[in-house]
């Protein structure tokens, strides 16, 4: 179990390549990328960012959403993505440097669900915390109106990170519908 959490750890953090804005909008939204093969969904708080690698075979999409300060430095990042011709979706939450590791991190859904986060490593853009998304958590994020997660600055305070889930259940659904698409071809 180990080996196959630290694969899909290494091979959804590889999906993770700019993290973009996202931004509050009523209706689904495609961007104009500056990469000739990158497509970019708005679904409300949440976007889905699809890309045709020259070193991969097949398209890949990842759903996700960024909080950042006012100062624009991120302060957290969601990004969820399929494995490699599998149904098994995990997500990657992207946390600051500075935090207590030992004490992990939490997702709360609507003041309710609370699930446990283990910070599996740190580099220089953050520290890295993998949730393998289950079905009944998938269902949890989609009949959820906010998450928020939390976690302890090194003094031992708990921080607490409002992560809307505005447009997850439409992002999810778009990038399940294009994983499946490209594992057919």
Not at 10 to 19: D, G, H, P, R
Not at 46 to 64: G, M
Not at 120 to 129: L, P, V
């Amino acid at each position: 179990m180990r080996i196959k959490t630290t694969i899909l750890f290494f091979f959804v953090s590889s999906l993770i390549f700019v993290s973009l804005p996202a931004r509050s909008q009523d209706e689904t939204k495609t961007e104009v990328s500056e990469k000739p093969n990158v497509e970019i969904l708005q679904f409300k708080d949440w976007a889905v960012r699809c890309e045709q690698r020259d070193d991969a075979p097949k398209e890949t999409c990842i759903l996700f959403q960024r909080i950042a300060l006012d100062s624009g430095q991120t302060l957290l990042s969601v990004t969820i993505a399929f494995l490699d011709n599998s149904d098994d979706a995990a997500a990657v939450f992207r946390l600051p440097l500075g935090i207590l590791v030992p004490a992990g991190a939490v997702v709360e859904v609507d003041n309710t669900d609370r699930i446990k986060l283990v910070i599996e490593r740190c580099d220089q853009r953050g520290c890295w915390a993998l949730l393998q998304l289950d079905e009944k958590t998938v269902k949890l994020f989609k009949k959820g109106h906010e998450a928020r997660v939390e976690f302890k600055d090194t003094n031992g305070k708990t921080i607490a990170v409002p992560l809307s889930l505005n447009g997850f259940t439409a992002g999810f659904n778009e990038v399940t519908k294009k994983t499946r698409a490209a594992h057919r071809e």
